[in-house]
């Protein structure tokens, strides 16, 4: 999987979550959580979004890792590619 | 035969507007099923039913209707069944009553009632989010029951029943304003709120959540806002004289506590849902059920039961960053608790300082119904609690 399709598939699940957000809108290097308003409740249902489109664990640990749009690309391909 | 009324869904709601039934006259409900959705200013809302009949006449769509108004007549299990259709207009019940029911188009002259559909509940939600018609459908379950399989089926088939126009499930955002205004604007000119606030250290829950949340599955994560719920739930035992409603110049306090969650509403608005009886409900039930509020709510699928029960409200707005919040009642409840956000701060412990994870806890209670002395009870109550994760 390219990192543009990873991107792709993060956006869309964002999107599920936060329907008005314009995902021409959103930076890569921007703190997501800033960009997109998301309680606590629904950055759960991002990180179970990711889950179940990537089939990747994410481990309650790394969610700090999980700082930007690029971050999260990122750590997806790499666990991906871990597997 | 019994009355099933127009429901307050809400202290701000004067009246209502069925937009769609989703049973017909002759059908069976049981308690519990949901029969109509209601407009309301806070969106519309799945009106469920707490009585077992049969379904009698239905009131009229799209018209603006009092609380209180009869919606339809249900005839009890045990009542002799009527000889003819029930006419509206033969009604003998009281005025309002009738005046309601006239107004209902006139039902066309069946010879016969229509035959009672037995539709699963999650086939008629389908049914309703798919705009299927679920009297056109011919049933494959036991004893004919419409499955969620025929309306899908039937959805999907080029030859499906005419679908009924979709409904409109958001609300209008200054429909909600004017509806918080109502109910805040009501809040602040009748309870006297007295406003407490406590920090309350929360290593213990944190650590007991990083330990147990890293052998889980995503799916079946805690967040911490669920050990708060709970523990208000259990610290309220502390303090019965803040949980329940203020009605008729007086508290009528509840056994159970229904706890109002104050969900954010994307594109504005507010509303706070209950989750039912939380105090007897374990930490994972209470988890999925809160994941399951919060979807519904923003995508316009209350129920009336979550509505119009909450007996105190909690609001977590310290997920938005702010310190500390001090909350409106919603009237007729008698408190709200709020939580601030969870930061490290200096704590003074033993004679040192040490950094520690704590979120404020406050409490806005109605003096009516209770003493601050009441109050501090309680919230000393909740901070221990907390420390203990395993009793909660």
């Not at chain 2, 006259?25 to 799945?46: C, M, N, Q, S, W």
């Not at chain 2, 029960?309 to 909690?314: E, F, L, W």
């Amino acid at each position: 999987m390219q990192d543009s399709e990873i991107r792709a598939g993060v956006v869309t699940t964002l999107c599920e979550v936060a329907p008005e957000v314009d995902p021409a809108q959103l930076s890569g290097l921007r703190p997501l959580r800033q960009q997109v308003d998301l309680d606590s409740m629904d950055w759960l249902n991002v990180i179970i979004g990711w889950h179940k489109r990537f089939g990747v664990d994410i481990p309650e640990a790394d969610y700090a890792k999980l700082t930007t749009l690029d971050a999260v690309v990122r750590y997806i391909g790499e666990r991906r590619g871990g597997v | 035969m019994t009355d099933f009324v127009m429901p307050a869904l809400g202290a701000d709601m004067e009246t209502g507007k069925v937009v769609q039934w989703l049973v017909r006259p002759g059908d069976r409900v049981r308690r519990g099923d949901v029969v109509a959705v209601v407009e309301t200013h806070k969106g519309a809302i799945d009106v469920e039913i707490f009585l077992d009949g049969v379904i009698g006449d239905l009131a009229p769509l799209e018209v603006q209707l009092p609380v209180g108004a009869v919606l339809a007549h249900v005839q009890g299990a045990g009542e002799p069944m009527q000889e003819a259709p029930r006419s509206v207009t033969s009604s003998s019940a009281s005025a309002p009553t009738a005046a309601v029911l006239a107004t209902a188009a006139p039902s066309p002259p069946t010879a016969a009632p229509a035959a009672r559909r037995n539709v699963s509940p999650a086939a008629r939600r389908r049914a309703q989010e798919l705009g299927v018609d679920i009297q056109a459908l011919s049933g494959s379950g036991v004893e004919a029951a419409v499955t969620l399989a025929d309306v899908e089926q039937a959805a999907a088939s080029p030859g499906a029943p005419p679908a009924a126009p979709a409904l409109r499930r958001g609300f209008e955002p200054a429909q909600m304003r004017a509806a918080i205004a109502s109910a805040m604007a009501r809040s602040k000119r009748e309870i006297p709120h007295y406003y407490l606030n406590e920090p309350v250290p929360v290593r213990v829950a944190l650590d007991w959540l990083r330990v147990r949340n890293a052998v889980l599955p995503v799916t079946e994560r805690l967040l911490l806002a669920v050990l708060l719920i709970k523990a208000v739930a259990l610290a309220l035992r502390a303090a019965p004289q803040l949980n329940g409603h203020f009605v008729e110049g007086g508290l009528r306090p509840s056994a159970a506590v229904h706890v109002g969650v104050a969900i954010s509403l994307r594109g504005g608005g507010l509303i706070a849902p209950a989750l039912h009886d939380v105090q007897s409900k374990p930490l994972p039930q209470l988890m999925a059920e809160l994941a399951d509020l919060v979807t519904r709510a923003r995508s316009g699928r209350l129920r009336s039961s979550e509505m119009n029960s909450p007996t105190i409200t909690v609001t977590n707005l310290g997920d938005t960053g702010v310190e500390s919040v001090f909350g409106v009642i919603y009237p007729p409840q008698v408190a709200l608790v709020g939580f601030g956000r969870v930061g490290e701060r200096a704590w003074a412990d033993a004679g040192r300082i040490v950094p520690m994870p704590a979120v404020d806890a406050s409490l806005a209670a109605d003096h009516r119904a209770s003493d601050g002395h009441v109050g501090a009870a309680f919230l000393r109550a909740l901070a221990e609690q907390l420390q203990q994760p395993d009793t909660l």
